[in-house]
């Protein structure tokens, strides 16, 4: 099994950045992909932004140009930098990670609060 925790939300003004960190153990070595969701108030969890074991990227268009996601190459952690927050970045963000093992189910942490002040 693997474990998820993710650290760094917090309450910032608008304009300002957060780096959320996503701290992995357990089996890391099953983890290929591993990624971002959000859940903002009222709506269902959304995709921020994913990265692969080789290190490509993918992000919402709602945060391209604002939001950069990395990882350890032991895949031990995660990271989200975000950038230029806006009050409708405002959530409650998750790290999720995908293992290779088929039989292994999609792993999710906690969960931080993201909140952004106008």
């Known amino acids: 099994q693997v474990q998820l925790v993710e650290s760094g939300g917090g309450l910032v003004q608008a304009g300002g950045s957060l780096r959320l960190s996503c701290a992995a153990s357990?089996?890391?070595?099953?983890?290929?992909?591993m990624g971002w969701y959000r859940q903002v108030l009222g709506k269902e969890r959304e995709v921020v932004a994913m990265?692969?074991?080789?290190?490509?990227?993918n992000y919402a268009d709602y945060v391209k140009g604002r939001f950069t996601i990395s990882r350890n190459n032991d895949k031990s952690a995660a990271y989200l930098q975000m950038n230029k927050l806006k009050p409708e970045d405002t959530g409650v963000y998750f790290c999720?990670?995908?293992?290779?093992?088929?039989?292994?189910?999609?792993?999710w942490g906690q969960g931080t609060q993201v909140t952004v002040s106008s």
């Open positions: 990265i692969d074991s080789g290190g490509n990227t």
């Open positions: 999720y990670g995908h293992s290779t093992y088929w039989a292994d189910p999609d792993y």
């Open positions: 357990g089996r890391i070595n099953r983890i290929s992909t």
